[in-house]
């Protein structure tokens, strides 16, 4: 469909520009690209491993197209005949446990009775929450927001707590971000304007994560902070496979497991009621895994 | 509900005496009995860690009622007010990756409305299939599902080759087993017959397990079989997370998030698109993750 193929290609350049940018903070390890094509579309998958931050990231393209089925009206309570999407969407896993987990994600989706809307976000998972890095991290979300909408920030920081929750844990993934979804343009005036928010958004992505690394790239870390965050990762891993609506859809739609996998942590470790010890920075952490905090204004 | 009370009381000896066998077999580590009752009802997780060959085990007993939800109405396709439920539920994961990974479950499901049923398993996943191994441990099953209907082994074979599988993937989880799910016995007499079936099933598990440990224990292994180990741990993640029917209700239904997810292996790996080297016994391995196949005849 139309929209969407010139989305498409706009969204397959910045690819390509994230992918510099992140290889340009990491200073060693380069994306390794792999492009696929299947009966729904195609795509490149980019996958880094062993940098020198970077212990396992992917930033992946796609553009597909198909049958838009009874389970997708189900879901979204549309009649369609036909759908087509493209996205590009990001996971980093850091090798220090000081350094935060970093997601993003843009995605376009048409159908062929005129229908169309954007959905995305950027959420930060610390394996320890620094306020600052929290505040800062925020902050630089609600910039990009306002420069498009003074309401966009409260709703899809909001959106984004409810999103990133783990019921079966009660805690958020980390500390959020901003999530948005089925946002559909009124106009081709507010199709481009959408658009070039996500494209802003996108092109922050590689930035945040650059000044993350320029600032923590040298810390030390002990054996038992690296534990704590293969424990995190494993809430992660639950996150993405039981909640994740993306990973869902693309597993389900019969879409390429190994790019939609690529998201899970290079390891990740499950020990039995673990409860880290009160007062320990690791207990601090999952104290302010929680809905609601406003980390614009967080009292450090 | 009266027949899940009884069945309850048996359930919860057996699962003594499953803990004390698994415990003689790994002749070190015991399990740590965690007693838990939420509004739900109760139950209790014995858990065990860092054994001589088990790193990481859990076998769950619990006995819940509760509101037979519009929810499960719509999965199950009847009507009732309220449910009760018992079951037992175990896996254990190794420490040795020569050794498999085994689950068993059996389950009661009672509604008020009078209809009662039968659900459960055993299947093994080894790191490393061995034939020989996989071969014994179907004739065990062959021959206890024996001592009850002839029917039983082959209908219920091909069940778990059905529903251990990962459709994402296009492999099984391991070597199968057996898996039935909704066996409603039609008398009192068979509902005896059959709780005998699901008792012998229970009995039979830490058997079978005592055996291979006994077998295998001193086999040694390389960092590249643990990493192996690894990968193939991410996989049973998947199928827990993605797949596992008692997994999903748990956790829907608010049950108990930390007994459930004692499933989880202590560690597990996810590397982009690792592929085994041709021939190497791990692809081997690979190569019978399929089907359909006769275990109790394959050519050695």
């Not at 927001?145 to 009660?170: T, V």
Request: proline share 4%; hydrophobic share 35%; net charge neutral.
């Amino acid at each position: 469909m139309q929209k969407t193929q010139k989305i498409a290609s706009i969204y397959q350049k910045l690819q390509q520009q994230m992918c510099r940018q992140l290889e340009k903070g990491d200073g060693k390890a380069t994306f390794l690209e792999v492009p696929w094509s299947k009966e729904l579309g195609s795509g490149l998958t980019c996958v880094m491993k062993n940098g020198n931050v970077i212990e396992k990231a992917g930033l992946n393209f796609s553009h597909v197209e198909g049958e838009f089925t009874p389970k997708m009206e189900a879901i979204l309570g549309m009649k369609a005949k036909r759908y087509s999407a493209t996205g590009i969407s990001s996971i980093i896993h850091p090798n220090n446990p000081l350094i935060p987990i970093i997601h993003m994600n843009v995605r376009f989706f048409e159908l062929d009775n005129g229908t169309c809307w954007f959905g995305g976000g950027i959420d930060l998972t610390p394996h320890y929450i620094h306020k600052e890095e929290a505040q800062w991290f925020h902050q630089t979300l609600f910039d990009i927001c306002n420069k498009y909408d003074d309401s966009f920030y409260p709703k899809y920081k909001a959106w984004a707590d409810d999103y990133f929750y783990l019921n079966h844990r009660n805690e958020t993934r980390g500390v959020g971000g901003i999530f948005f979804d089925r946002v559909q343009p009124e106009n081709d005036t507010k199709l481009d304007e959408f658009l070039n928010f996500t494209m802003d958004l996108a092109s922050a992505y590689p930035n945040i994560y650059y000044d993350i690394m320029d600032k923590k790239r040298d810390l030390k870390f002990t054996p038992a902070q690296k534990q704590w965050q293969n424990i995190r990762r494993g809430r992660y891993v639950e996150f993405n496979l039981i909640h994740d609506r993306g990973t869902k859809f693309g597993l389900e739609s019969g879409g390429n497991t190994e790019s939609i996998l690529v998201s899970m942590p290079p390891l990740a470790e499950w020990e039995y009621d673990y409860q880290p010890e009160k007062g320990s920075t690791e207990y601090e952490t999952q104290q302010l895994l929680k809905k609601g905090i406003n980390w614009l204004n967080i009292s450090k």
